[in-house]
């Protein structure tokens, strides 16, 4: 297993997944359905990737806490 190459991989998850949720949130944006489609496309592409250094179960479980532990900077609450 290619501990760079996992870890490169979470990045590019993590990274992709704060565009979303900025782009989620964001008060106005043109095309912002594609724009969030493409993320979640590009999150998919990485985790194929990771599934075959590491296998399904544990890709999904990175991806998980790699998620869970994502904190969005600059997105506005709602209450």
Do not use: W
Request: proline share 3%.
């Amino acid at each position: 297993m290619s501990g760079s190459e996992v870890a490169r991989l979470m990045q590019r998850i993590q990274e992709e997944y704060e565009a979303a949720q900025r782009a989620l949130h964001a008060p106005a944006m043109v095309a912002k359905h594609e724009f969030i489609t493409k993320r979640m496309e590009n999150m998919q592409e990485a985790h194929a990737q990771l599934q075959t250094i590491v296998g399904a179960d544990e890709a999904i479980k990175l991806v998980a806490e790699t998620l869970e532990n994502v904190e969005i900077k600059d997105i506005p609450v709602k209450l």
